[in-house]
Each structure stands twice: as C-alpha cells, then as structure tokens.
C-alpha cells in the first residue's frame, strides 16, 4: 500500500523498543523532513539505526547499538527510525545508504556526510536471511574488517591480514 504511512504494531506495543534506543541518547526521527534536516546538512559523525520490532532488532541491532556507545570513541549525532512504524521517515533514511538494499534492522555510520559503513541483513533465498556485516556487541563501533568477498581460502593469508589492519585502521581515522 504505497503512500499510506499508517503503523503495522500498536503503537503502545511498540514504544518501549523505542525507548531502548532515546533512553541511551538517540534521537528519534519521525518524519522525512526530519531525516533530512539532519542528514541533509551535518558532517558530524552519524550513526542511524532502523529499529524494527523484528527479533534481529531485539537479539542482535539494539543491544549492539547500547554495547557499543560504552567505548571511547562514538559517533556525535545517535539518530533512529522505526521500520514499519514510521515508514516515510524510514524509507528517507534509507535513501541515504546508497548502494545498500533496506534491511530491517540496519545500522549506517556517516562521517562527513559520507555513509563510510553499512550493517544489515540480505534475502538470500528461501526465507533464510543473512546478516552482511556483523556488528559485534563488544567491538568498537564501526571498527571492522573489510569484506573479502568469501574467496579468503584461496588468496595470500598474509596479504589478506594486511588487507584487514589497513581497513580497520582506515575506518578508526573516519570515526575520529
């Protein structure tokens, strides 16, 4: 039903999930015009969660998201929106991951204005999803190693290490 941004939950069952993001400092966006007065205009450094009341949201990208604001080094801005619940501001979230495909939930870090690193699920046939980049609850928040594309078995493991440092180190510089 295109066009009609009416909440698939009721809305007093979905609140605490939102609440689980806001009470650790993010901030809720609601509308498309919210969505882009934010990402529209700043070069903090972002981070934008699409809840969902999913059972991947509830096991994995929420408690992902809480562990993770425990490091050091965190994004500026916290930003949310809410799949299925407020799904004009959603789909204007996910207008700027460019290159990605809508995955509920999905995390995207923006540094400088500039999506430097997506996580999200992928339908791969058969009702199976599978996550594309995982985000480990105790790692430091986008500080992960490059995708090597599922060939790593047959390449150099030096080179492959090598490969890996440089994209950890490169994503710790955006963050900063």
Do not use: W
Request: a positive charge.
């Amino acid at each position: 039903m295109a066009g009609l941004n009416v909440p698939m939950y009721d809305p007093r069952l979905v609140q605490p999930m939102r609440e689980e993001l806001t009470r650790i400092g993010f901030e809720e966006l609601r509308t498309p015009a919210e969505v882009d007065q934010v990402l529209g205009t700043t070069n903090d450094t972002t981070l934008v969660v699409v809840n969902s009341v999913c059972g991947c949201a509830a096991r994995n990208a929420r408690p992902a998201a809480t562990l993770a604001l425990q490091h050091a080094r965190r994004p500026k801005r916290l930003l949310t929106v809410f799949a299925g619940q407020d799904a004009e501001a959603t789909e204007r979230a996910r207008s700027y991951f460019t290159g990605y495909p809508p995955s509920s939930p999905q995390m995207g870090l923006f540094k400088d204005g500039a999506l430097v690193f997506m996580s999200g699920r992928r339908n791969v046939g058969d009702g199976y999803m599978m996550t594309t980049r995982f985000m480990h609850p105790t790692a430091k928040l986008g500080f992960h190693g490059p995708f090597n594309g599922g060939e790593a078995e047959s390449k150099d493991p030096q080179l492959l290490a090598k490969a890996q440092r440089a994209g950890v180190n490169a994503v710790a510089d955006l963050v900063d």
